[in-house]
């Protein structure tokens, strides 16, 4: 019988926009007034009026609660602009902004205005109208059915966001983690728990990964998109272990002119090791083709301990993990005895989802090397990362 396919029901539901603070980008007093009188109609706290568009960014990019909602005068904006709206319209993102500006207007910002953002005039109950439009938050509607995601990987639906990693010793950027993302043609975002196990499942990992990997090469191959960090990709155990992972990859490299030197692999943690020579001789090609493999998500308890024994170049520590370092001593002890072991193996360690400022603290305590997490900044699309940098930089100027 020939598989069918169910109607999938694009549901939606309301935002809760007063739960975080509005910002207003604006230098026009008629557009600050109508933002104002928009918010008090709406019975929203009044906006957190900026000029810049660099302090917007500076919101957006802070460890904190991100602004609910953006009203923005595209010709305030400035040299921001292009990773203002790369991060405001990005559909995996929490802040969504409405744009105020002349649509007659030809050039500039005003003209471009790109898909994810809602448009307004600088009128009270339109822009009110806009703000409500903009709150409606489309939910996931994943799929079981595993040509679905095939034809999405044909169609290119598959995008990368990328976290950024930051040496603990001195706070210096030295990994982004590109992390698959699937974009669906209507607009419905899927994150990674959605649609990666479908894809191992029904053996499209490799059609993934390779997918993953076209994309994330061709958005950082210059060293500016890179912002000087080496790039990370997750590579499930069946992938990893393919003889051929090479052939692929070094094709993808050379079409793309990413630098083999700025590329680390990823183990994901999904499938047990069932063949560990066959695992061995794997990292060992790789580390040969100047390729190091991380092992990801090493959880208290992790039977995957012997990993360490096999010559992988480092290991990232579960968020879980890592959030029961402050309150549990039985983590203390896992993380301390983790980060001893890598490191007698000479592994760097990092811990994954340091969000506030005690995970960090306690994950240096414990020696750990490298911290990824909100703290340092949530996974950006690639047009926003050289502003992110500027920002990350500027801050350890100041400290």
């Known amino acids: 019988m020939a598989p069918w396919r169910c109607a999938m029901t694009l549901r939606f539901r309301s935002a809760k926009p007063d739960e975080a603070q509005m910002l207003l980008l604006a230098r026009d007093p008629h557009v600050i007034s109508a933002t104002q009188k928009a918010a008090k109609g709406l019975k929203r706290r009044p906006p957190l009026l900026v000029q810049e568009g660099r302090d917007v960014l500076a ?3 802070s460890s904190g609660e991100p602004p609910s909602q953006i009203v923005c005068q ?4 400035g040299p921001s602009w292009p990773a203002l709206v790369a991060t405001a319209s990005d559909p995996f993102g929490q802040t969504k902004m409405v744009v105020i500006g002349d649509p007659s207007q030809s050039g500039g910002a005003d003209s471009q205005i790109p898909p994810g953002l809602t448009w307004s005039t600088a009128e009270p109950v339109s822009l009110a109208r806009a703000l409500q439009q903009a709150a409606l938050i489309r939910a996931q509607v994943p799929t079981d059915n595993p ?3 095939a034809v999405g990987l044909h169609r290119g639906e598959i995008t990368v966001r990328y976290q950024p990693v930051v040496r603990i010793a001195d706070r210096r950027l030295v990994l982004l983690e590109g992390l698959a993302r699937w974009q669906r043609p209507d607009d419905t975002p899927l994150s990674p728990d959605a649609f990666v196990p479908l894809a191992e499942r029904n053996g499209l990992g490799r059609a993934l990964s390779i997918a993953v990997a076209r994309r994330a090469f061709t958005e950082l191959a210059g060293t500016p998109g890179r912002i000087g960090a080496s790039l990370a990709l997750n590579l499930p155990l069946a992938v990893l272990v393919e003889r051929d992972v090479l052939v692929w990859l070094r094709e993808l490299l050379e079409a793309t002119r990413f630098p083999p030197s700025a590329l680390v692999l990823e183990l994901t943690e999904t499938s047990p090791v069932l063949d560990r020579p066959a695992l061995r001789r794997a990292l060992e090609r790789l580390r040969g083709a100047g390729f190091p493999v991380l092992v990801d998500d090493m959880e208290i308890n992790d039977n995957r301990g012997w990993l360490l024994s096999l010559p992988f170049s480092g290991i990232k520590l579960d968020r879980m993990l890592v959030s029961a370092l402050p309150t549990r001593r039985r983590a203390r002890a ?3 005895r983790l980060v001893k072991l890598a490191h007698a193996s000479r592994m760097t360690v990092t811990a994954e989802g340091v969000s506030n400022a005690r995970l960090w603290q ?7 090397d490298h911290a990824q997490g909100y703290a340092i900044a ?9 502003a992110w940098h500027s920002a990350w930089q500027a ?5």
């Open 362 to 368: 306690a994950v240096a305590a414990a020696g750990v």
């Open 59 to 61: 919101h957006l990019f």
């Open 378 to 386: 949530r996974p950006l699309p690639a047009l926003a990362l050289p």
């Open 147 to 149: 040509q679905d995601l």
């Open 334 to 336: 896992e993380v301390q």
């Open 74 to 77: 595209a010709s305030a904006a």
């Open 395 to 399: 801050h350890l100027t100041r400290r």
